[in-house]
């Protein structure tokens, strides 16, 4: 590859991410929308974006199943890509059959649950954008990164292919060495 080759490639792909943030960039609400405008994206928020609805709302994008696939790091919070439930929305578990889905991964989910948690996931994010305190701002990056992941798992679970998830299956018998032949 020559020199120019790679100042060529280098200038589309920063016109690539230019074009992609201008997409992402808020845009103003529909007139028939209460708020004039949509507030500014919290920083790290735009990378779980996918769009604005008609009435100004941020959606998710789907996240990619390598995102949620991801393995989780140390500290606050459960930064994997397959966090557990901590709470059901509210209009689950109304019907019949309906069980609680808490302490669960979102692997483990049914996709009609994933949905209705990306969805108040989303309404939260919006909630958040349109508060007044600027302290709080940073949750939106949260929301909207929950609402990402159950998306992606529900279209990873809707797929017909799809296998259950390596942490979800259970070791098989006589995996690894048995109690015996560990030296200590």
């Known amino acids: 590859m020559t020199p120019e080759d790679f100042d060529r490639r280098i200038a589309l792909l920063e016109a690539a991410v230019a074009r992609l943030m201008r997409e992402a960039a808020p845009r103003p609400a529909s007139s028939g929308s209460s708020s004039s405008s949509n507030p500014a994206l919290p920083k790290y928020a735009a990378q ?18 390598h995102e949620c696939r991801a393995q989780g790091g140390g500290g606050k919070g459960d930064w994997s890509g397959d966090p557990l439930v ?4 509210k209009n689950w578990g109304q019907k019949d ?12 989910c049914p ?13 939260k994010a919006m909630k958040t954008m349109q508060d007044s305190d600027t302290t709080q701002q940073k949750w939106v990056q949260y929301n909207l990164r929950a609402a990402s992941l159950a998306r992606g ?12 998830y390596a942490s979800d299956a259970a070791e098989p018998e006589g995996f690894g060495p048995s109690d015996d032949e560990i030296p200590f």
């Open 153 to 164: 798992w529900a279209a990873i679970i809707s797929d017909p292919s799809h296998t259950p």
């Open 48 to 65: 779980w974006l996918d769009c604005w609805d008609e009435r100004g709302y941020p959606r998710a994008r789907v996240a990619a199943i």
């Open 111 to 123: 996709v009609a649950y994933l949905k209705q948690v990306a969805s108040l996931e989303e309404w």
């Open 86 to 89: 901590k709470k059901d929305p």
């Open 97 to 108: 059959g309906e069980l609680s889905m808490i302490g669960k991964h979102y692997s483990q």
